[in-house]
């Protein structure tokens, strides 16, 4: 039997995704967000979360456009950290002692060591209690070769994702693979 254990923002699994955006001076700054995910297949978008005190919520509503960086599992300290520090107070990316590099496509910067990068241009904002979301149409994806799989598409293994448990306040590794999409449902179609 189901237990109520009332309104929560749980939802499994929540993306660890890095917003990587420029302040008004130019600094590459990054957050971490969980409360986000693709939202549109045509146009390509994706949509992040943000409470109106980050700073990264005054860049996006500055500069219009972020990417969206998908850390592997082995920057798990540098993503939390991205997380809990503001970037009113450091430079959360060079503390972390990554590097940025310009995007050609948007105003924002990303993160070279993050495999996957998603170029955005904000399309649309929604206010939703105490967060804006952003729309960002997907302009590019960048991924670094050593991701890519032999048939030329990104490797979930190899880019090494990471979730966050947001009942637990963990963060777990993506297990292998159980079945196809598309297919393994086709058994119960008749």
Same mark, same amino acid.
């Given at each position: 039997?189901?237990?109520?254990?009332?309104?929560?923002?749980?939802?499994?699994?929540?993306?660890?995704?890095?917003?990587?955006?420029?302040?008004?001076? /130019?600094?590459?700054?990054?957050?971490?967000?969980?409360? $986000? @995910?693709?939202? #549109?297949?045509?146009?390509?978008? &994706?949509?992040?979360?943000?409470?109106?005190?980050?700073?990264?919520?005054?860049?996006?509503?500055?500069?219009?456009?972020?990417?969206?960086?998908?850390?592997?599992?082995? +920057?798990?300290?540098?993503?939390? +950290?991205?997380?809990?520090?503001?970037?009113?107070?450091?430079?959360?990316?060079?503390?972390?002692?990554?590097?940025? &590099?310009? #995007?050609? &496509?948007?105003?924002?910067?990303?993160?070279?060591?993050?495999?996957?990068?998603?170029?955005?241009?904000?399309?649309?904002?929604?206010?939703?209690?105490?967060?804006?979301?952003?729309? /960002?149409?997907?302009?590019? &994806?960048?991924?670094?070769?050593?991701?890519?799989?032999?048939? @030329?598409?990104?490797?979930?293994?190899?880019?090494?994702?990471?979730? +966050?448990? #947001?009942?637990?306040?963990?963060?777990?590794?993506? $297990?292998?693979?159980?079945?196809?999409?598309?297919?393994?449902?086709?058994?119960?179609?008749?």
């Amino acid at each position: 039997m189901k237990q109520s254990i009332g309104a929560k923002t749980l939802l499994y699994p929540h993306p660890v995704l890095i917003v990587c955006t420029y302040d008004a001076a /130019g600094t590459p700054d990054a957050m971490t967000a969980a409360w $986000g @995910g693709i939202c #549109s297949s045509d146009p390509p978008s &994706v949509a992040v979360s943000v409470q109106k005190a980050r700073k990264t919520y005054e860049n996006l509503m500055a500069r219009s456009a972020f990417t969206v960086c998908i850390p592997p599992a082995r +920057y798990v300290a540098e993503a939390d +950290y991205f997380g809990i520090e503001s970037g009113r107070n450091v430079d959360k990316i060079r503390a972390a002692g990554l590097t940025t &590099v310009q #995007s050609d &496509v948007v105003d924002a910067p990303f993160i070279e060591e993050f495999p996957v990068v998603l170029e955005c241009r904000v399309s649309q904002t929604a206010e939703i209690g105490i967060h804006t979301q952003f729309i /960002g149409e997907i302009l590019d &994806v960048k991924v670094d070769g050593s991701a890519l799989g032999s048939d @030329g598409k990104p490797d979930v293994e190899k880019i090494a994702p990471f979730i +966050y448990d #947001s009942a637990a306040r963990t963060y777990r590794a993506v $297990g292998p693979e159980i079945a196809r999409a598309f297919s393994a449902g086709l058994t119960l179609k008749k």
